[in-house]
């Protein structure tokens, strides 16, 4: 019973198209993040969403754009993907009075070509 | 936040006690110390967090001296497949934390 899920594993996908990762939490947490991880392996935070709002938005381009339908998930739209955008994306969830213990879902592998 | 400073890479061989030191001068009162572990093609998973002097759990020990301003986790007899990026994080337990993670060390754990 996986905690943090997310799909899909991988994505390929050409310059210029829309795409979608989603995320799924079963820990009851109400805090959830999206991360990126680049080449290099630095990690750097992207949004955090606690219960349904949204905290956290660091200087990212607007063509990223989260949802939270609801606590236990954290959905990322990319439009108009860029070469740049090619990452593994990593969802993960918290409690708000533990922010610093995250659980991380296993990453999604995104490809622009 | 307060910013990190480790080693990019250590070796050591099975069996023996790993320790990587982390650097965080500027810590704040209401931060706290947060190592995570990341093995290749998988999400960083928590291990160890303290706040001051000294924590252990059964996978690793945090040593954090009086003045807070560095920490050392502590593995206890590696074993090959310890071998992976640890990331030393400091930052208050509020949400809005922008938790960061910084390039990490990376260890090779060696038959």
């Known amino acids: 019973d996986t905690a943090v899920s997310q799909t899909p594993k991988y994505l390929v996908t050409q310059m210029g198209n829309d795409k979608s990762i989603k995320c799924e939490q079963n820990l009851g947490h109400d805090t959830m993040y999206w991360y990126k991880q680049d080449s290099k392996k630095f990690l750097k935070i992207m949004f955090s969403y606690n219960n349904k709002e949204l905290i956290i938005n660091e200087t990212v381009p607007n063509r990223f754009s989260p949802k939270s339908p609801d606590k236990a998930h954290l959905n990322l739209h990319i439009n108009s993907l860029e070469l740049g955008d090619s990452a593994v994306y990593f969802c993960a969830s918290s409690q708000s009075t533990g922010a610093n213990v995250l659980t991380f879902g296993a990453g999604s592998r995104l490809t622009v070509l | 936040l307060a910013k990190t400073t480790q080693p990019i890479s250590m070796d050591s061989y099975e069996g023996q006690e790993v320790n990587i030191t982390c650097s965080h001068n500027n810590i704040a009162t209401n931060d706290y110390i947060t190592w995570y572990q990341q093995f290749p093609s998988q999400g960083p998973r928590f291990i160890i967090q303290g706040y001051k002097t000294k924590v252990t759990n059964e996978v690793a020990s945090l040593f954090i001296p009086a003045d807070r301003k560095s920490s050392t986790l502590s593995l206890p007899r590696v074993s090959l497949s310890d071998t992976a990026v640890y990331y030393c994080?400091?930052?208050?337990?509020?949400?809005?934390?922008?938790?960061?993670f910084g390039g990490g060390t990376r260890v090779l754990v060696k038959p």
């Open positions: 994080l400091v930052g208050p337990q509020a949400a809005g934390n922008k938790l960061t």
